[in-house]
């Protein structure tokens, strides 16, 4: 899971994580969401989020063969897993 609550100051604070180098991410437009997509489409694939540039050319790097890089940016999936979670608690 790549998040995790850090006490700062005493409070308890949600933070994404990177998968890769487990730092905080601070800024949503300076992170990615990543998976690897072999061509078929299960169900579901787990995602990474990930910084920009060197933690994403990693993940890229340590995919296994066959499998195409896949990302979106943080900031849009955040979005995204909003407006998905709400409409799946209209059904």
Same mark, same amino acid.
């Given at each position: 899971?790549?998040? &995790?609550?850090?006490?700062?100051?005493? *409070?308890? +604070?949600? #933070?994404? =994580? +990177?998968?890769? +180098?487990? !730092?905080?991410?601070?800024?949503?437009?300076?992170? $990615? /969401? &990543?998976?690897?997509? &072999?061509?078929?489409?299960?169900?579901? *694939?787990?995602? !990474?989020? /990930?910084?920009? !540039?060197? +933690? *994403?050319?990693?993940?890229?790097?340590? *995919?296994?063969?066959?499998?195409? @890089? $896949?990302?979106?940016? @943080?900031?849009?999936?955040?979005? $995204? @897993? =909003?407006?998905?979670? #709400?409409?799946?608690?209209? !059904?």
């Amino acid at each position: 899971m790549s998040e &995790a609550v850090y006490f700062i100051e005493g *409070l308890a +604070c949600p #933070f994404y =994580r +990177c998968d890769v +180098c487990s !730092r905080r991410i601070t800024d949503p437009h300076m992170a $990615m /969401v &990543a998976w690897g997509e &072999a061509g078929d489409h299960p169900e579901h *694939l787990p995602v !990474r989020h /990930v910084h920009k !540039r060197e +933690c *994403l050319d990693t993940f890229e790097a340590s *995919l296994p063969k066959g499998h195409t @890089l $896949m990302t979106t940016e @943080l900031i849009e999936h955040m979005d $995204m @897993l =909003r407006d998905n979670t #709400f409409k799946a608690g209209e !059904r």
